[in-house]
């Protein structure tokens, strides 16, 4: 997709956003689309304006207890299509597969395929092991983002070692 904005336009917008709010800490969400068509044609129109959605909301971040003592999750099979790579407004499966760990009384549900660890149904996971940081590589399988590379960025800074590679089920499932 065009840039729908420069730098400063979408500084002014996010500022906007942020200022119309109350919140102490907050979470900034940016969505671009295609745009709209004057008819139902599935192809990519020409000349179409794409469209921006923002939106803020509070800052949400563990509790301490939760720092201290871990989440619980459940696990599902990953059931998704097979380009979870791409960022798209189709996220009935993440749903549907979130809502499971809600129903279960957990805060999140890995999601695994052919035996590897995906990715959770609204966030990276990551395993670790022994001291060392488990990464499942960036493909087709994981919509890859800012929180994964912070982590491995973060993991380097402070001399975390770190392996980016498909982790198994049974990795995970004895995670440290």
């Not at 003592?69 to 996220?91: E, M, P």
């Not at 990276?124 to 919509?143: S, Y």
Request: aromatic share 6%; with cysteine.
């Amino acid at each position: 997709l065009d840039n729908p904005h420069a730098v400063g336009e979408w500084r002014a917008l996010v500022e906007h956003v942020i200022a119309a709010n109350n919140f102490d800490d907050q979470s900034v969400y940016i969505q671009v689309t295609r745009g709209a068509d004057d008819k139902r044609d599935q192809a990519f129109p020409a000349g179409v304006q794409p469209t921006v959605f923002i939106f803020t909301a509070p800052l949400v971040t563990p509790t301490a207890v939760q720092r201290k003592t871990g989440i619980a999750v459940v696990s599902a099979l990953d059931n998704r299509w097979l380009r979870c790579d791409l960022k798209t407004v189709a996220l009935l499966a993440n749903v549907l597969l979130r809502q499971q760990a809600i129903d279960a009384g957990c805060v999140e549900t890995i999601m695994l395929r052919d035996g590897y660890l995906t990715e959770g149904a609204a966030s990276n996971i990551f395993a670790v092991k022994d001291g060392v940081l488990l990464a499942p590589p960036k493909d087709h399988r994981m919509l890859p983002g800012i929180t994964y590379d912070v982590v491995l960025e973060l993991a380097a800074r402070h001399g975390m070692p770190y392996e980016v590679r498909e982790i198994a089920e049974s990795e995970v499932r004895a995670a440290d």
